[in-house]
T-cell receptor
C-alpha cells in the first residue's frame, strides 16, 4: 500500500505558466481533498471530491481547477500561476464519514512545494 | 466563522515534562470527530489521536491523550513526558459526521521541547 502519493514533490513556475498536480490513493477512499498550507494559516481547503466524477469548492478555490475522472486520482490544476499561489499543497483522502475513526481518518500525501516567480 | 481555534501560536516545554495544547471547536452537528495531527519540520502530516463526539472516555494513544470537554467544546491535547522529537507544529481538526464533506483545521501550535 502506497497510501496517498503526490507528483511532483517540488516545482518552480513563472507567473502565467500552467501546471497540474497529481494525487493518487490506493485505499479505495471516496473522498479526496486538496489543501494549501501557508505560514501561520494552517491548512486551507481548495477543492474536494466526494466521489468519482464529482468536485466541489472549498474555502480558497479561486485560481484552481480540479478533476476526478477516476476514483483513485484527484488532479489540481493551475491555469495561470500567480506568486500568491506559492505554497505547500497537500492532498488527502478519507472514507465516507461515520462515527468511528476508521471512517473519518484523513490520510495525507507528502506535499508538493510550489514556488511561483 | 472559525470552526477550530488554537490560541497558542507557540509553546515551550522542558524535556520530560507534560504539556497541554489548547483547541476549541464550534459545531451544531451532534455527531463529529476531533483529530490532532503533528507536522515536524520535514513537513508530513502525522495523525496522533481521534475523539468521537459520542465517545464516553477521553482518547489516549501512548504519551498522547485528549482532554475532551464536550460542554465547553474543547479538545486539548496532552503530551506527557515530552521528548526532543516532539518539537513540531500541532494541528487540531474536526469533521462533522452528518455534513462530513469537509475537515476543518486550526492554525496550529508550534511546540518546542527544551533539553
Amino acid at each position: 500500500n502506497a497510501g496517498v502519493t503526490q507528483t511532483p514533490k517540488f516545482r518552480v513556475l513563472k507567473t502565467g505558466q500552467s501546471m497540474t498536480l497529481l494525487c493518487a490513493q490506493d485505499m479505495n477512499h471516496e473522498y479526496m481533498y486538496w489543501y494549501r498550507q501557508d505560514p501561520g494559516m494552517g491548512l486551507r481547503l481548495i477543492h474536494y471530491s466526494v466521489g468519482e466524477g464529482t468536485t466541489a469548492k472549498g474555502e480558497v478555490p479561486d485560481g484552481y481547477n480540479v478533476s476526478r475522472l477516476k476514483k483513485q486520482n484527484f488532479l489540481l490544476g493551475l491555469e495561470s500561476a500567480a506568486p500568491s499561489q506559492t505554497s505547500v499543497y497537500f492532498c488527502a483522502s478519507s472514507f465516507f464519514p461515520g462515527t468511528a475513526l476508521s471512517y473519518n481518518e484523513q490520510f495525507f500525501g507528502p506535499g508538493t512545494r510550489l514556488t511561483v516567480l | 466563522a472559525q470552526k477550530i481555534t488554537q490560541t497558542q501560536p507557540g509553546m515551550f516545554v522542558q524535556e520530560k515534562e507534560a504539556v497541554t495544547l489548547d483547541c476549541t471547536y464550534d459545531t451544531s452537528d451532534p455527531s463529529y470527530g476531533l483529530f490532532w495531527y503533528k507536522q515536524p519540520s520535514s513537513g508530513e502530516m502525522i495523525f496522533l489521536i481521534y475523539q468521537g463526539s459520542y465517545d464516553q472516555q477521553n482518547a489516549t494513544e501512548g504519551r498522547y491523550s485528549l482532554n475532551f470537554q464536550k460542554a465547553r467544546k474543547s479538545a486539548n491535547l496532552v503530551i506527557s513526558a515530552s521528548q526532543l522529537g516532539d518539537s513540531a507544529m500541532y494541528f487540531c481538526a474536526m469533521r462533522d459526521i452528518n455534513t462530513g464533506n469537509q475537515f476543518y483545521f486550526g492554525t496550529g501550535t508550534s511546540l518546542t521541547v527544551i533539553p
